[in-house]
Structure formats: C-alpha cells, structure tokens
C-alpha cells in the first residue's frame, strides 16, 4: 500500500522498516510492539504504524493481552500472514514440482507430477500447466497470490527472467518468465533462477543448514549443480552463473556430457552415471530411482562397490569446491539422500584426504531433509522475498 503524495525517500525507508518488522517475525516469533521496537532498533512509535498498516492487510495479527509485569499488558504481535502466499516451481528432466509457502513459512500446497513420457524432457505446456492448476485453486480458496519463482537445471540470465543454457532440457535462451506471466493473465510477477541456488536457499532457511551461516549445497538429479551460501546471502557470481559445478572437468575423461563434453564431473556422479554403474533402469523420479538402488545395494555386492566408486568420484569434487569456498557445511540433495550410507563415507574419507585444510576444519557432510521438493521449496521463498523485504506492499 503506497503513501500517496509521500517521497520517495520517505516511501523507501517506509517500506525498509516494514521489512524488518516481517523479518523479526518470521525469524524470532511473536513479540509486543515494545519487544519488536528492541528488536529492530526501531522506534515504538513507527513500529505501531506499521503492525496497523500490516494488520490491516491480513498479514500480523495481535493477540490477547499478556500480563508483562509492569505499565499495560503487551499485545503479542504474531506473524499471521496464511492468505498471502509465494508459489514456487521447479522443472527438471523428469519432473515438475510446485510448491506454496505463505508469509509465515507453512507450506499449504506440495504437488509433484511426473513428465508425460518417460526419458523425455518436460515442455514449458507441462510446467504451465501445473503452475496454473495450483494457482488457480489457491485463488479459488481465498489466497493472494504476490509472485511466483521457477528453479530451472542450468544457467539463469542476471535479468531472472531468461533461460541462458540448460542443456538436460534442451532450451537456450527460453523467456521462461515471460510465458509464464502469460499464462497467469499478467498477474503474478514471476521470475526464474537456478534449481541448486533455490534448493540452498530453502536448506538455509527450512532444513539442515539451517545452524550455519555458510554451506554449499549439491545437487543430485539428472544434472549436478550447486548453491553456495556465505554469509547467509547466496553467492550468484558476476553473470549469476556461479555454482555450475557439474560441468567442472574432473570427471572421467571418456563420459560424455549431456552438454556435450567430455570428463564433466556430472557425467560421473549424476543420477544416469550412477545408474550406469549399477546396471539398473530409472525410475519415475530420483528419489524413487535411488530408493530402489538402496534397496538393491542391501543384498547385491557390485552395486554397493558401484555406490563406494561414485562416493570417492564425489568426494574429489568436493575437496576441490571446500578448498575453495570453505564452507561449514556440505548439503546433498536429490537422489544422493537414499543412498546416503553407501555414498558419504567414501566421499568424506576423500575429502578428509585431499582438503588441505582438513586437520584444521573439515566441512560436515550432510544429507537434506526436504526431499525432491527441496528447490520448489526454495523457490517459494524467492516468492516472498520482496514482501519480507518490504519491497512489495501487503
């Protein structure tokens, strides 16, 4: 909601407090508007008109009072916010996933639909497709949706709206965002970005890195990419290609690519490699894929030497991305988490063996708890980061 008439320095400042507000809530809980004022470092009286303004756009909500001990009784400022919302969208070689997050971080809509022919990758219809189902069921039930964000498996344009190179799905230079805005009558600002980079953002912020301040994300579908985070803030790089990992030569020198390389770290630990090496067909999605490699690996000998061979090829690549970043923590995702037994120990013995810095710091590998909605997830919360900014109006 715009101050008419007000400056735009005044309007800016305006919307950076609301922010701060959003942002205390979402991250510390509820609080009085004198809890809050500390909190932000803002006055009491600025933080009152802003918990109105945002009150009144269905997003905090005050509670009873509460004894406070001395002077009046708080009113607890809760961070309410279930009818606006931030959908998130994830498309990959077998798969299109959409997921719904409103203002508070609860997830309301979780939906998953396989591509329409096995081994094919999706068209931009059945990403289209799914999106518009979800939103318009949201908009049915009484939800506001504020923006909309894709997580894609390759390279996203500095203008968050541009395909540059994705080469698992076979689009390069897709106006991604463009058709999507479309399809929702051009009312949903979309944008696209990386699937790792969204997938690190929901790990920070959702799931086990949620502790650390700095952690590097891997990802583990048909491609191989990563999300780096430092600082809390996700690294993008100068063109917004940083964390395209899986293209680092250091795998072996006689796979091909599906970018038409050879010896890409991808064509030795993703999902068809590691499938390669265990002599078994894909399943409908990773996950499915890899959960029944696990169960295979339980009483088959070759495929848990296959899985301890792919372990020590993941563990270079990450004692060379840990040399380099330092990160606190190392996340796999995707279809690495069912076969996490038979893969993270080898992998952390090689990173143990050839990161420098291992005798003084040693990155903790960890698997992610979010599933295959993971990037989704992410997504989602790109979604809102506007509204949390106080960038966009409530």
Not at 82 to 106: F, M, P
Not at 197 to 204: H, Q, R, Y
Not at 261 to 289: D, N, Y
Not at 338 to 363: D, F, K, M, S
């Amino acid at each position: 909601m715009t101050v008419t008439g007000a400056p735009a320095g005044t309007e800016h400042l305006r919307r950076q407090n609301t922010g701060l507000v959003l942002r205390s809530l979402r991250s510390d809980g509820p609080a009085t508007r004198t809890e809050l004022a500390r909190r932000t470092g803002l006055a009491k009286a600025t933080v009152g008109t802003i918990v109105g303004t945002l009150e009144a756009g269905g997003a905090v909500a005050e509670d009873d009072s509460v004894p406070s001990g001395r002077g009046r009784p708080g009113r607890p400022v809760t961070l309410t916010g279930e009818s606006i919302i931030g959908l998130g969208l994830e498309v990959n070689v077998d798969y299109v996933a959409a997921v719904a997050l409103d203002l508070a971080g609860r997830v309301k809509v979780v939906e998953t639909r396989p591509v329409t022919t096995a081994g094919t990758p999706p068209s931009a219809r059945e990403l289209i497709g799914l999106a518009t189902d979800v939103r318009s069921a949201l908009l049915a039930s009484g939800h506001t949706v504020v923006g909309a964000t894709v997580a894609v498996p390759g390279l996203v344009a500095h203008d968050n709206r541009t395909v540059s190179w994705a080469p698992n799905l076979g689009w390069d230079g897709r106006q991604l965002a463009t058709e999507l805005e479309a399809a929702f009558d051009g009312s949903c600002p979309t944008t696209v970005d990386n699937d790792a980079n969204c997938a690190a953002l929901a790990e920070a912020s959702h799931g086990v890195a949620a502790d650390v301040r700095d952690s590097l994300y891997i990802t583990g579908t048909i491609g191989i990419g990563a999300g780096i985070v430092q600082d809390g803030r996700l690294m993008r790089g100068g063109a917004g290609f940083a964390g395209e990992v899986g293209h680092m030569p250091i795998g072996n020198p006689d796979a091909t690519c599906g970018c038409g390389r050879r010896g890409c770290w991808e064509a030795s630990i993703g999902l068809r490699a590691m499938l390669l090496g265990v002599g078994m067909p894909e399943r409908a999605t990773p996950l499915q894929t890899a959960t029944a490699v696990a169960e295979r690996a339980e009483t088959d000998p070759a495929v848990r030497v296959a899985l301890e061979s792919l372990g020590h090829d993941l563990g270079r690549g990450l004692a060379t991305l840990a040399a380099v970043l330092d990160p606190s923590a190392i996340v796999l995702g995707g279809y690495f988490v069912p076969l996490g037994e038979h893969v993270v120990p080898a992998a952390a013995a090689v990173l143990a063996e050839r990161l420098p810095t291992a005798g003084i710091h040693l990155p903790e590998i960890r698997l992610s708890s979010l599933g295959i909605h993971g990037a989704a997830l992410g997504a989602a919360e790109d979604a809102l980061a506007e509204v949390l900014t106080g960038a966009l109006a409530v």
